[in-house]
């Protein structure tokens, strides 16, 4: 019998979260305010999506400690507004439970923080319960597409997994499970959530590698 390690991202697969544009123009000013301070930050991160602001937040990208936590504090609020009208994926979500029942190990990986996390559980629209392990922005040393939470989660699992699936929704995380393969010689499978239609569908494509 095998046993399967399946990771999954949050936002845009097991969740949509309400991304609105006003609210991250907003976010946007706000943080650009902070780091107009700070001589040691790309001001380029924080044009495009939110993305770019994640990583302002990793341990490495600025130096000073003070305005890293208000940018943190300004992303959480954001995010929590965004968790609070978010829908779920059932495609995707309701394949756990089965998953779980198998023997799987589940797992979460995400870009977002653990505010936002926990806001899904206390809203119920995901549970707790179905995580064996969830790493978060604010567990990372560097957010995705780089593989060190993939890395870390990996060594968490009990015993050796004989398959190893990574299910996401974006470039980020095909590029982060590629990461890890080139650097471990590993062989993480990317399934591409927006392929998936059915829960069925899922549980399929992981039953048969």
């Given at each position: 019998?095998?046993?399967?390690?399946?990771?999954?991202?949050?936002?845009?697969?097991?969740?949509?979260?309400?991304?609105?544009?006003?609210?991250?123009?907003?976010?946007?000013?706000?943080?650009?305010?902070?780091?107009?301070?700070?001589?040691?930050?790309?001001?380029?991160?924080?044009?495009?999506?939110?993305?770019?602001?994640?990583?302002?937040?990793?341990?490495?990208?600025?130096?000073?400690?003070?305005?890293?936590?208000?940018?943190?504090?300004?992303?959480?609020?954001?995010?929590?507004?965004?968790?609070?009208?978010?829908?779920?994926?059932?495609?995707?979500?309701?394949?756990?439970?089965?998953?779980?029942?198998?023997?799987?190990?589940?797992?979460?990986?995400?870009?977002?923080?653990?505010?936002?996390?926990?806001?899904?559980?206390?809203?119920?629209?995901?549970?707790?319960?179905?995580?064996?392990?969830?790493?978060?922005?604010?567990?990372?040393?560097?957010i995705k597409p780089d593989?060190?939470?993939?890395?870390?989660?990996?060594d968490l699992a009990k015993?050796?997994?004989?398959?190893?699936?990574?299910?996401?929704?974006?470039?980020?995380?095909?590029?982060?499970?590629?990461?890890?393969?080139?650097?471990?010689?590993?062989?993480?499978?990317?399934?591409?959530?927006?392929?998936?239609?059915?829960?069925?569908?899922?549980?399929?494509?992981?039953?048969?590698?």
């Open positions: 019998m095998t046993r399967e390690l399946v990771i999954f991202d949050l936002d845009g697969t097991l969740v949509k979260l309400m991304h609105d544009q006003d609210k991250l123009n907003s976010l946007r000013m706000l943080v650009t305010e902070e780091i107009e301070k700070s001589s040691f930050v790309d001001k380029g991160m924080i044009r495009g999506g939110v993305f770019g602001l994640y990583r302002l937040l990793e341990t490495h990208s600025m130096e000073d400690k003070s305005i890293r936590v208000k940018i943190r504090n300004y992303i959480d609020r954001y995010e929590l507004g965004c968790a609070a009208e978010a829908e779920l994926r059932e495609e995707i979500y309701s394949a756990i439970p089965d998953l779980k029942k198998c023997g799987a190990i589940i797992g979460m990986i995400t870009n977002n923080g653990r505010a936002c996390v926990d806001k899904l559980f206390t809203l119920g629209i995901i549970q707790e319960r179905e995580f064996d392990m969830i790493i978060t922005r604010d567990e990372m040393d560097k593989s060190w939470s993939l890395t870390q989660m990996i015993g050796r997994p004989d398959n190893i699936f990574f299910v996401g929704d974006s470039m980020n995380d095909s590029e982060m499970a590629n990461a890890y393969n080139a650097i471990k010689n590993g062989n993480v499978k990317w399934i591409d959530a927006r392929d998936i239609s059915t829960a069925e569908m899922l549980k399929w494509r992981i039953t048969n590698g």
